[in-house]
């Protein structure tokens, strides 16, 4: 039986993929390593995956499919994984092994014990090209290495919440909970944390920095040039989270306010790459956003919209929206947004 699932979306990678997989395949025979190419035709990144497929066989497999975003390879990863626990690493980011064979132990054990544990978390590194200093995300609300429930974390301070480099997930709740990313969207890796929230009773926290999140190729994501350009698909996501919330009725108290703030965070970002964008259309569309919340959930936008980001990103005039600006770009150093 496998314990590990680990699925990386590959378009067009192949100048970065090997170190990803590399940095995954001592995991042996405990692990399987979903390498799904997404359509890439600019290099031999289909190549490349096989060629590991070939020379690991029973822990490497290629999945070839037709170009349906980063969302759909996490799709075809989870459709096709075997393991226990399901990982996705970004075909530009890495791990560090000690860490991970370390985590892999504990998963085992965690699989032999008395309790099912639904979400495993660990701390990643915001990996900066040509910076001195690299920001870990430490989750200091949560116990350490125990399993625990919701009412046992502490309130997560405002930005500490959980990516998709710091989650591992029991691949059966993945499935219960019919999680499926929408296909040619950038972001969704929001989704893949959210959506399956309320379906998450057990967890585990072991304070290891494991993720290596690269930040620094011009054509990334994350990337605030790219982010606007693409900010039809941010709305899109950050609508679908809207939607989650406000038809889902989530008992659980703790789990309700941290989506909550998780959403006030996304809805902020949103706002800012809107007005960052100088357009009067996308002023538009702020204002639209704002609307669509207020519309399918009143009271979730009440508390949205007289939080501090909420007033902030709702300030009239032209001098409003530089204030919206100065208060986003301390976000962004202090957290380590684009």
């Known amino acids: ?57 029973g822990i490497v497999k290629a999945i070839h499919q037709e170009n349906g975003g980063h969302g759909e390879a996490v799709n075809a990863g989870l459709r096709n994984a075997t393991g226990v626990y ?35 978390i660990s701390n990643f590194v915001y990996d900066k090209a040509g910076a001195k200093h690299k920001k870990v995300m430490r989750y200091k609300a949560f116990p350490e290495n125990e399993v625990f429930q919701w009412d046992h974390a502490k309130k997560l301070h405002i930005g500490r919440y959980i ?49 290596h999140y690269f930040i620094g190729r011009d054509d990334q994501s994350v990337n605030e040039k790219v982010m606007i350009s693409r900010i ?41 790459m809107l007005i960052r964008s100088g357009t009067e259309e996308n002023l538009e569309k702020k204002k639209e956003l704002w609307q669509y919340l207020k519309a399918k959930d009143g009271g979730l936008y009440f508390r949205l919209r007289h939080g501090l980001f909420g007033r902030t990103m709702n300030l009239p005039g032209r001098g409003g929206r530089k204030l919206s600006v100065a208060a986003y770009k301390i976000s962004q150093k202090f957290y380590g947004f684009n």
């Open 232 to 272: 039809d698909q941010q709305i899109r996501v950050n609508k679908i989270m809207i939607d989650t919330m406000a038809d889902n009725k989530i008992a659980d108290k703790r789990i309700r306010q941290y989506m909550t703030s998780y959403l006030d965070i996304i809805t902020t970002v949103t706002s800012v």
């Open 1 to 57: 039986m496998k314990i590990l699932s680990i699925a990386i979306p590959c378009y067009n990678s192949a100048a970065y993929m090997r170190r990803c997989i590399d940095s995954l395949l001592s995991g042996g025979e405990d692990v399987e390593i979903l390498i799904v190419d997404d359509g890439s035709t600019k290099d031999n990144t289909a190549e490349i995956a096989d060629e590991y497929e070939k020379n690991y066989p």
């Open 163 to 211: 990516l998709m480099h710091s989650v591992i997930y029991r691949t059966m709740l993945l499935r219960e909970c019919n999680l499926e990313l929408p296909k040619h969207t950038f972001y969704v890796d929001n989704l893949f944390v959210f959506q399956p929230l309320p379906y998450v009773k057990n967890l585990y926290y072991k304070n290891v920095n494991f993720y």
């Open 86 to 120: 399901y990982k996705v690493v970004d075909s530009d980011d890495w791990v560090d092994v000690d860490v991970y064979l370390d985590i892999i132990k504990t998963l085992k054990e965690l699989v032999a014990g008395p309790q099912t544990v639904d979400m495993f």
